[in-house]
């Protein structure tokens, strides 16, 4: 489960450090007060609190003639920021990164060849403009979490984890794009969500490698943590397979590829969970298979459905799935499991005869399709936790009136209501289940518009949405907040022709700020849809 810490909203606590501030200078007290202690936090001594004078700043000294800054102007904005009078802090050539241990060297490295710096490694002195990377361990903090200190001319990042003190970077980077200066004060910053994703569709539209690289990029400085790849479809599978090469389009990415998109994603702090979805959305495979199509009791196929009352298909897909495994090293696994149309005829039973009596020899007289295609999502489940894997799965996965019940480790990927026997959010969070929002009302992207879909803008994401409104435009109760991991905007390749590589990445980047600000940070943005996406286009 979610284990943020809960706050105070920020606009309270910079109101409430732009008031003490204001006192401050009233009373004539030394602006020492606005210094900050050695782990970066605002100093609270007893001898500054009974207006002892404080210790003389190295240069270039903080002074009342600077007025008192303001918050970094980022994506997502920060959720707290105390104040401060000094210069603030600017890139320059002569200016070095330090990181306190070797295993922030790839943060380090990142962030000077960005900002212009000298990556200087592992050093004891600290010089006049340094950026200081420094990993300090907080038990029980969240491992996302960053403090970032501006003071005396110098930067000092640090988090409990990598992953915090590298999105205090992402914070820097865009406080001085553009030659701007990081505001002097504290940053103190931490996502509301864990999970921050974006899922793309490369089976039904293939994405070159250095697109999605590009993606990657962009949604690191935005502070995602996770991008989804749904590879196999009825059109297409889209990467390179060696236990089943048969199965494998033309155009797709190679596992050389594959692993450059992985390492990049990894040095971003972006866990890449693949998706491969059964027993549905298999036309692909059974293209290369036929023996296994799903026939109903007119032989009639079904489209993508294979036959789950073959041996053989469990042995194809889990042949998949430990192969997938192998390449793919995050702690997820998407099964999808949605939209098996065996489902969605009147009687499947009726329909599907040879489904019926495997249902009914695996779980009784009173076995249903239903129960077989739970039956077969557990099962692919438990392939996947075998490799340490926690699986994912679509929420029409989840039948009503079953009598097998999913695994309760099963994360539910909540995108619609729409479906036949659809349940409403709070079913699945009453069971206790975790939950992610992927909203197909707000977060979908679906190309070329088909049915009822239409491209989701960035605005009406920033304004109504929040992780809570998990199906259609109505929250769920606040009780339920932290069994919700967070969420996923989504681009589908329906209609592929629809919109160019160039127009999908343009379609889908103000969407992607509205997102991550959301899920950083689910309280009403303080900033106007004209002010934020004027912030987007300069950041850019």
Do not use: C
Request: charged fraction near 25%; avoid cysteine.
């Amino acid at each position: 489960m979610s284990q943020h810490r809960r706050r105070s909203p920020a606009h309270r606590i910079r109101q409430r450090a732009v008031i003490a501030a204001t006192v401050v200078a009233a009373l004539g007290v030394g602006v020492g007060l606005w210094a900050t202690d050695g782990d970066g936090g605002p100093a609270g001594s007893a001898s500054r609190s009974t207006g002892e004078a404080a210790a003389p700043a190295t240069s270039p000294s903080p002074s009342r003639s600077y007025p008192l800054s303001k918050e970094p102007a980022t994506i997502p904005a920060v959720r707290e920021h105390t104040p401060a009078r000094g210069p603030g802090w600017r890139p320059a050539e002569d200016h070095r990164v330090v990181v306190a241990d070797s295993g922030l060297a790839d943060e380090g490295r990142q962030v000077a060849g960005e900002l212009g710096l000298t990556y200087a490694g592992e050093k004891d002195d600290r010089r006049a403009g340094d950026l200081l990377l420094d990993v300090r361990q907080d038990e029980g903090a969240n491992p996302e979490s960053y403090t970032m200190t501006v003071r005396d001319g110098r930067v000092t990042v640090t988090g409990p984890a990598e992953a915090g003190v590298y999105y205090g970077t992402r914070t820097l980077k865009q406080a001085v794009h553009g030659g701007g200066t990081a505001p002097e004060g504290v940053v103190k910053d931490e996502p509301a969500k864990p999970r921050r994703g974006l899922s793309l569709d490369i089976a039904r539209k293939h994405y070159d490698a250095d697109w999605i690289k590009d993606r990657i990029r962009e949604l690191g400085d935005l502070k995602f943590n996770e991008l989804g790849l749904h590879f196999s479809d009825d059109q297409a599978f889209r990467i390179e397979s060696d236990s089943h090469p048969e199965i494998v389009a033309d155009d797709h990415l190679t596992k050389a590829e594959m692993k450059e998109i992985i390492d990049l994603a990894a040095s971003r702090h972006l866990t890449v969970v693949p998706e491969i979805d059964s027993p549905g959305h298999l036309g692909a495979v059974l293209a290369a298979h036929p023996d296994l199509q799903l026939r109903n009791t007119q032989g009639t196929p079904t489209r993508g459905a294979i036959d789950i009352s073959k041996p053989e298909a469990a042995e194809i897909v889990d042949d998949l799935l430990n192969e997938y495994a192998d390449l793919f090293p995050g702690s997820r696994f998407h099964l999808g499991a949605d939209e098996y149309q065996a489902l969605v005829v009147p009687d499947p039973e009726a329909s599907y005869p040879a489904l019926a009596a495997a249902a009914r020899e695996a779980y009784g007289s009173g076995g249903t399709v239903a129960d077989l295609t739970t039956g077969w999502l557990n099962d692919r489940a438990r392939t996947v936790q075998a490799h340490d894997r926690t699986p994912r799965a679509w929420n029409d996965g989840f039948f009503e009136g079953a009598s097998v019940e999913p695994l309760k480790d099963i994360e539910v990927a909540y995108w619609t209501g729409k479906e036949i026997g659809a349940r409403q959010p709070a079913e699945y969070l009453g069971e206790g289940r975790e939950v992610l929002n992927y909203n197909d009302e707000f977060l979908y992207y679906v190309l070329g518009e088909p049915q009822t879909f239409v491209y989701p803008t960035g605005q009406r994401i920033y304004e109504q949405w929040t992780p809570r409104v998990l199906r259609g435009t109505q929250a769920v109760d606040a009780e339920y907040d932290d069994q919700i991991l967070g969420g996923s905007f989504a681009v589908w390749g329906d209609i592929p022709s629809a919109q160019t590589q160039a127009q999908v990445a343009e379609g889908i980047r103000l969407p992607l700020a509205a997102t991550v600000q959301k899920l950083w940070d689910p309280d009403e943005p303080e900033r106007s849809w004209a002010d934020f996406t004027s912030l987007a286009n300069r950041l850019d």
